[in-house]
T-cell receptor, first 115, second 114 residues
């Protein structure tokens, strides 16, 4: 059964606009993680979203560009703001499930193309 | 800064071959090492390794961790075309958010030819 529902699956956006990506988890989790995967590259952590506090951003990522909301323990959104073609990537959310069967589980991903 | 290096970056084999994928790491306060298979967008979990020398096995896939030499290998025996994917290695270490986070390697792209 799906653990994380992520949408949209893909989008093509005009430069200068913003896109909000949503992740819904089927159980309560403390931390949700947002990753970016640029073409031909590996996954890079953008930020960790903890319910009830501001997200913690990794070096190179700022809140003005990637605002995150975490209104409850099952939902989070990532907005990619004022987009440029360099933002064209796959964006993924992730949660920790367990240490044996699932590890960190990922949403189905959002493929963003900025034109 | 935490670092994960995978080799080779790409590999082409014939069906039935056995492959070994490598992952070396440098991480402060190592907690675990994970292997994922990525075919389209979402990585699919394969293994999570925390102890040295204990092999984890799932069907034709197996993996082992060496915490002294700081590396892990992922073996795939009797490869099939469905094994074609990017295999990602990640290490779990402490995060600035007070929990843990994953640092990923660049991946090994495996292509299995019929």
């Amino acid at each position: 059964s799906a653990v994380i529902s992520q949408k949209p699956s893909r989008d093509i956006c005009q430069r200068g606009t913003s896109l909000t990506i949503q992740c819904q988890v089927d159980s309560q989790v403390t931390m949700m993680f947002w990753y970016r995967q640029q073409p031909g590259q590996s996954l890079t952590l953008i930020a960790t979203a903890n319910q009830g506090s501001e997200a913690t951003y990794e070096s190179g990522f700022v809140i003005d560009k990637f605002p995150i909301s975490r209104p409850n323990l099952t939902f989070s959104t990532l907005t990619v703001s004022n987009m440029s073609p360099e933002d064209s990537s796959i964006y993924l959310c992730s949660v920790f499930r367990d240490r044996e069967m699932h590890g960190y589980t990922f949403g189905s991903g959002t493929r963003l193309t900025v034109v | 800064e935490d670092k994960v290096v995978q080799s080779p970056l790409s590999l082409v084999v014939h069906e039935g071959d056995t492959v070994t994928l490598n992952c070396s790491y440098e991480v402060t306060n190592f907690r675990s090492l994970l292997w994922y298979k990525q075919e389209k967008k979402a990585p699919t979990f394969l293994f999570m390794l925390t102890s040295s020398g204990i092999e984890k096995k799932s069907g034709r896939l197996s993996s082992i961790l060496d915490k002294k030499e700081l590396f892990s290998i992922l073996n795939i025996t009797a490869t099939q075309t469905g094994d074609s994917a990017v295999y990602l290695c990640a290490v779990e270490g402490p995060s600035g958010a007070g929990s843990y986070q994953l640092t990923f390697g660049k991946g090994t792209k495996l292509s299995v030819i019929p």
